[in-house]
Every structure is written in C-alpha cells, then in structure tokens.
C-alpha cells in the first residue's frame, strides 16, 4: 500500500504550535507554512494532507459558491446554489470531524494549502452569474476527480469518507440545465464559456503544481515519486472526464 | 385567536402564475408583488407572510454572512462565521419544507419581502470584519425578537417552528467575545461600532415599516390594527432587549 510507504519514508517532526491561522493576501513572496507537518505522532501525513487540502477547498468553495449566490438571476437559482455552498460546508465539517479523530489540528492540516487556493479564486472571479455556474460545475468536478484519483489509494475508512464527501449531490444536472439553456437563447455565449472553462483549467493546474512542489507526501499518494507515466495517465483521465463534462455543457473544451 | 381573524379578514384571491422571481435591483419606483397574496385557499395569509419573511430573511443572512466569512482574519473566524451562515441555509430549509407542506410557493411567500431585505443588507454591507460581526449579532437578534413577539401569537404547531428556527445556535457568544476582545485592544473603536450599530438599527426600522405598509395581514398579526399602544410596547421590549446586548458588546446603545 502506497500511503504505508510515503507515511514510514515521511519522518514525523514535533507539531509546531500554531494557535491561529491569519489569513493576509497571499502573494507569490508568501509560501506559508508549506514545510511544517502537520501531522501529529502516528498519523500519516499522506493522509493529513489530503484532508487539510479536502477541507480547505470545501471552505472556499463554500464561501464563493454563498457569495456568487448573488448574482443569481432568480430566487429559484439563488436557492440552488445556495443549496450548493451548503452541501459544501456540511463536507467542512465532516472532514473536520475526521481529522479530530486523528488527533490532527484542522487549521494546522489546512494551512499549507491556504496560499493556492486562496489564490485559484481570487484569480477565477465570475464576473457573472454563467461564469460562476460554470466554475462551480468544471472545477468542482476536476477537483472531485483528481481526490477520487487519491482516494483509490488510501485505506477503506478514511476512502470511504473521501467518497462520501465527493459524492455529487445532484446539483451538476442543474448547472448544465441553465448553461445549455443560455447558450441556446445566446448562441455567442458559448464561445465565451468556453475559454473562461479553459482559464478555469489553466488555473487549476497552476495552482497544483505549486502545491505539488511544496507538499510531497501528497504527491508521493497521487503517484510513485518520480513515476512520470502514472502522473500523465492520470491527468489524461482527468482530461477526458473534463472535455465530457464541457461536451454536457454545450461547449468545446 | 388574532391569527384566524386576520385569516378572516383577508379573502384569498386565485394565485398568480408566477414560475420564476426575477431579482433586480430593487429601487423605491419597483415596490414588487406586493399586494399579491401568496397563500392558497386554506391557508392563512398572515402565517404564510411569516414564514415567506422568515425564509427570506434566513437565505439572505446566509449569503451575507457567507460573504462576509471572506474578511476573517483567521481561519478559526472564517470557520465560524461559516457555521453561522450554514445554520441559516438549514433553517431557511426548514422553512420551505413548512410553506410546502402548507401548499405554498416558496419563491411566491418570499416575493414580498425581496425588495426590503435586499434593500437592507446593501445599505448595511460592513466594511470590515468587526463591523459584520456587530451586523450578524445585533441585526439577527432583534430580527429573531420581532419573530418571537409574533410567534406567540401563532397555532401551537407554526410557533414551534417559528421558535426552533430562531433558537440561538450558540453562536453569539462568539461575536460577543471577538468583539469585546477588539474594543479592549483599540478602545477607540467602540465609539465608531456604536455609531455602526445605530445605523443597522435604524435602516432595519425604515425597512421593517416598508414592510408592515404593504402587509396588512402580518402588521395584523403582531397587533390589532391600530392598536398603536400594543406595538410601542413591543417596540420598548425589542429595543430594551438591543440595548442589553449592546452592553454585552461593550458597546453604547
């Protein structure tokens, strides 16, 4: 089992005391705390940073589904995304409780993945209400492939909640409802979404790579430490998955 | 009982097919549906306005609150803020599943309220993280007594919502504490967040009258028509109860 291996090769150091996590700008000069464990004696780190990275994107993707919630449309909308951001602090929570569990701190599991994150969103603003439902669908799908892709790597328990939270909650169909409506009333607009999709992908592997570089218990879960052709099938899966959700959409990938 | 002699009072009207609420910007020359009646043959039209009110106010504090999470200046703030705001979604829920067991449209009991809420929340965006945490604390509890004051007027099964809806999620003592903390830090700020306060209160008061001129069947339900000693007195309670909180700030009323 790969997470064996990449938690007895990861020493585990004392867990620094971090009492609060501020939260400035992140800029390119602020890697954070990207060096620092933050898994305790025992728990493998592997594993930690998964979840702290799991956590940290159901947070954000919250806190941006709430805030592009007012852009909707109608109240109709406004509900269904806001239904969305729920579903997505519930999994918060969830993945909360597990890392108690672990005995981990959830900030201190989350912080290392504060920066890129923080700086994917802050890149890929919707500047309306189309933009964000297509962010809210293309990204959290890439998102949820490429944590199954761990997933099926780790051990059954913490595999099961990874699913658990990845699970669609059955709001994709209303997305792609309202897109390909749009589209179909505004054929322009298709032309549009669609490189807005691409900058959404650009951005999202920007941001992995840094992670990528910085964090390489994660990395050693996704793949063997330098197993070039596993990384490339696996981001080729994720690319088809991806250019069959843009096809759903009506859009060219 | 007040509630079925307005229910009386009112004659339902055949429902307007409305499929959709579309949102704009709401402005003084677009008072929206409001003399459109929202309740069904059956249901009692002051109770519907309630709960339409309710789940409105409930899904716009969730969006603000949401949104507001992005000032937090650490994680631990972030996380709480979006507690308070998920526990709004899931009370928002709750209500819609009332007004649909009640045969209610959900978009058409809120429709009313749409133009004043939102009117509100963007006179009232804070500008910074103290001042959304004085918003979330004192603008949802004197909403929640004015929905006490009317619960107690309600059929045993409607208030028990009503009042599991507005139960405290034990979330106050948080902004109290950060509060009170920042004001010991910086005493200077205490004379600009009473000053902020005062204005939530006053903008919430302009609005709620908007609301009470178009509501003939909700005004009823808090007070017999015109009984304008009935409605001082529960403006003195409401206003006592704000001025206890205020002190709990550490704040002047």
């Known amino acids: 089992m790969r997470t064996g291996a990449i938690a007895g090769k990861c020493q585990n150091h004392a867990v620094a005391q971090t009492s609060q996590t501020h939260l400035g700008t992140p800029t390119a000069d602020s890697p954070g705390p990207a060096g620092e464990p933050a898994a305790p004696e025992g728990a493998d780190p592997a594993l930690v940073d998964l979840l702290g990275l799991l956590a940290f994107g159901e947070l954000t993707a919250f806190e941006r589904m709430a805030t592009d919630a007012r852009m909707a449309p109608t109240l109709a909308d406004k509900i269904e995304l806001g239904r969305m951001a729920a579903a997505e602090f519930a999994h918060f929570e969830a993945i909360g409780n597990e890392l108690h569990r672990l005995g981990v701190d959830l900030e201190q599991a989350m912080a290392p993945f504060v920066s890129a994150l923080t700086a994917f969103h802050n890149l890929t603003a919707p500047s309306d209400w189309l933009e964000s439902l297509v962010k809210a669908y293309v ?5 949820a492939d490429f944590y199954r892709e761990i997933a099926g790597r780790l051990e059954p328990e913490p595999r099961a909640l990874v699913l658990s939270v990845l699970a669609d909650t059955g709001h994709a169909a209303f997305a792609v409802e309202r897109v390909r409506a749009a589209i179909a009333s505004n054929p322009v607009m298709a032309g549009r979404l669609a490189l807005w999709a691409r900058r959404l992908v650009g951005e999202a592997l920007t941001q992995a790579q840094r992670v990528a570089a910085d964090r390489d218990a994660l990395t050693g879960l996704l793949a063997g430490v330098g197993d070039l ?4 099938e696996i981001f080729n899966r994720i690319m088809a998955a991806h250019r069959q959700r843009m096809a ?6």
């Open 229 to 232: 052709e596993e990384i490339a």
């Open 139 to 143: 990204g959290d799908n890439i998102a």
């Open 248 to 253: 759903a959409l009506g859009l060219s990938a």
